[in-house]
């Protein structure tokens, strides 16, 4: 349907097109020419007399009168009668004809290879894929989807929304699509449309939360904070957001929070839930970093070299490692992509396992890296740099200019 609108659009714009080629030239000419006909005669016999009297002034013309009379009469029958004027000097419609053929076919000819048909076609044919593609999300006994069907579906879904743009639930999905790929401004964007549209339903305040703290800006994660408090006041036992809670506490070292929150998702699991182990982990990871001592930390300032371009979306990572340089950190932190030079402080807080905390390193090695999709595996193309090793307590220098 939409293209058979743009077809009847574009087919009233080309008739408009031939309209002010031809209007004028068929219906002008003959009020140009019999206006500056008639302007030429009344020139002429205004001349014509000012000779006259001239002549009858020296005495070579003595019957003036008669002169004038002639003349007048000669500028009345130069004068076209009406129809029979306009008749002789109308354009003919074949004149006009190959103009407007060569009007029409010049149009829709740079259209057709200016105007990317192939790329609309293919557009209007994802839209349409819409109901497939959402089975094929939704579906779990079919194999995950691929990054291209992803992509379709995103297209299809903001074509579906562009017409649609109070379904608060095609806002949600697209939102939890752009989590599912991080891309952030697509999830907070959607997020924020869903959550304008339905401010009270509770999964959109947890998709807007989410969204909103992977963002990093301190006054969104104010704003997830209250969302998620708010979700959690009305259903006690929801455990999503009992979790989002924690670990934005525990990135903010608050501990005892964070600690609370997974003690109450374990009292709401069953006893047999594989999930208990992994809160018991976190638990104990919480608890080792309460009271942690005083200079037990790492500080590294992180600059850019200057063939090193800052890239859209992504994070920084920086990692501790042992001094001899092990490729397994002991300690890591991922800090939303800014401005460089960048202070970054590590503690046994941010210690990769419980058991083995940073603090009981002599010497360290710090890394940075710029991962441009937000996964923690080192990918090609990605930038990097190191510092040397140097002892727990102290600080160092990085500079990212290598490449993998």
Same mark, same amino acid.
């Given at each position: 349907m939409t293209e058979l609108w743009f077809w009847l659009i574009t087919a009233l714009m080309v008739l408009v097109s031939v309209g002010l080629f031809v209007v004028p030239i068929y219906l002008g000419k003959d009020q140009d020419e019999a206006a500056s006909r008639d302007e030429l005669n009344k020139a002429f016999f205004r001349d014509r007399?000012?000779?006259?009297?001239?002549?009858?002034?020296?005495?070579?013309?003595?019957?003036?009168s008669e002169l004038a009379l002639e003349l007048q009469q000669s500028l009345l029958d130069d004068i076209p009668e009406g129809d029979k004027a306009k008749t002789q000097n109308k354009v003919s419609m074949l004149m006009l004809l190959p103009?407007?053929? !060569?009007?029409?076919?010049?149009?829709?000819?740079?259209?057709?290879? =200016?105007?990317?048909?192939?790329?609309?076609?293919?557009?209007? =044919?994802?839209?349409?894929?819409?109901?497939?593609?959402?089975?094929?999300?939704?579906?779990?006994?079919?194999?995950?989807?691929?990054?291209?069907e992803m992509a379709d579906l995103t297209l299809s879904l903001r074509t579906k929304l562009s017409q649609t743009p109070d379904d608060a639930m095609g806002w949600l999905l697209?939102?939890?699509?752009?989590?599912?790929?991080?891309? !952030?401004?697509?999830?907070?964007?959607?997020?924020?449309?869903?959550?304008?549209?339905?401010?009270?339903?509770?999964?959109?305040?947890l998709g807007y939360a989410?969204?909103?703290?992977?963002?990093?800006?301190e006054t969104n994660v104010e704003t997830a904070r209250n969302l998620l408090r708010q979700v959690i006041k009305k259903d006690h036992g929801n455990l999503q957001a009992l979790s989002l809670l924690a670990f934005e506490a +525990?990135?903010?070292?608050?501990?005892?929070?964070?600690?609370?929150?997974?003690?109450?998702?374990?009292?709401l699991l069953? =006893?047999?839930?594989?999930?208990?182990?992994?809160?018991?982990?976190?638990?104990?990871?919480?608890?080792?970093?309460?009271?942690?001592?005083?200079?037990?930390t790492v500080s590294v300032t992180i600059s850019l070299d200057d063939a090193v371009g800052i890239p859209d979306e992504g994070v920084l990572i920086v990692s501790v490692h042992s001094a001899?340089?092990?490729?397994?950190?002991?300690?890591?932190?991922?800090?939303?992509?800014?401005? +460089?030079?960048?202070?970054?402080?590590?503690?046994?807080?941010?210690?990769?396992?419980?058991?083995?905390?940073?603090?009981?390193?002599?010497?360290?090695?710090?890394?940075?890296? !710029?991962?441009?999709?937000?996964?923690?595996?080192?990918?090609?193309?990605?930038? +990097?740099?190191?510092?040397?090793? +140097?002892?727990?307590?102290?600080s160092s220098q990085i500079v990212i200019n290598q490449k993998n």
């Open positions: 007399m000012d000779e006259l009297e001239e002549e009858t002034d020296e005495g070579l013309v003595d019957n003036q103009g407007v053929l !060569i009007l029409v076919g010049l149009s829709y000819s740079l259209y057709f290879l =200016e105007g990317n048909q192939q790329q609309v076609v293919a557009w209007q =044919e994802t839209a349409e894929r819409l109901p497939e593609l959402s089975r094929r999300l939704m579906s779990d006994s079919e194999e995950p989807m691929t990054d291209q697209l939102g939890r699509i752009g989590l599912a790929n991080r891309d !952030i401004q697509t999830a907070e964007g959607a997020m924020g449309k869903a959550y304008r549209l339905m401010p009270n339903d509770n999964d959109v305040k989410q969204s909103l703290m992977l963002s990093g800006d +525990f990135e903010r070292n608050a501990y005892d929070e964070a600690i609370a929150a997974w003690s109450t998702m374990k009292q069953p =006893e047999n839930d594989p999930r208990i182990s992994m809160l018991d982990r976190s638990i104990a990871r919480a608890q080792a970093q309460v009271g942690a001592g005083n200079g037990q001899d340089g092990a490729p397994m950190p002991v300690a890591a932190k991922r800090i939303p992509l800014s401005s +460089f030079p960048l202070d970054v402080e590590l503690t046994d807080a941010d210690s990769m396992i419980p058991e083995r905390l940073m603090s009981s390193l002599p010497n360290v090695l710090v890394k940075a890296r !710029i991962d441009r999709d937000g996964n923690v595996m080192t990918k090609e193309g990605d930038w +990097f740099g190191e510092s040397e090793p +140097f002892a727990l307590g102290g």
